[in-house]
């Protein structure tokens, strides 16, 4: 059983920054894919960064240019940096695994607040 562990959530003033991490247990090399999502009360859960087994990542428009996204496959950890957040970044945010097409992992998700 896969289990994903984020940490790094909490309250920060517009501009600031935070790094989301996000602990696989074993090897994260075992995924196709690994990403953020993030879900704000009353709206869907949105794609924030995502990064590929062979390293190539790709953004939501919202975050481009603010966040990234990077790994390293020693610690089978997942980050998120997130710069110039913003009141709107505020949600929860959600590490996912994916192992094949039809089988993907979910963390329990952590906070994110940022305020004006």
């Known amino acids: 059983q896969v289990q994903l562990v984020e940490s790094g959530g909490g309250l920060v003033q517009a501009g600031g920054s935070l790094r989301l991490s996000c602990a696989a247990s074993?090897?994260?090399?075992?995924?196709?894919?690994m990403g953020w999502y993030r879900q704000a009360p009353g709206k869907q859960r949105e794609l924030v960064a995502s990064?590929?087994?062979?390293?190539?990542?790709a953004y939501g428009n919202a975050v481009a240019g603010r966040f990234t996204i990077f790994k390293d496959i020693f610690k089978n950890t997942v980050y998120l940096e997130m710069n110039s957040l913003k009141p709107e970044d505020t949600a929860v945010y959600y590490c996912?695994?994916?192992?094949?097409?039809?089988?993907?992992?979910w963390g329990q998700g952590t906070q994110v607040t940022v305020s004006s």
């Open positions: 990064i590929t087994k062979g390293g190539a990542t």
């Open positions: 074993g090897s994260i090399n075992r995924f196709s894919d």
């Open positions: 996912n695994a994916v192992l094949i097409t039809t089988l993907e992992y």
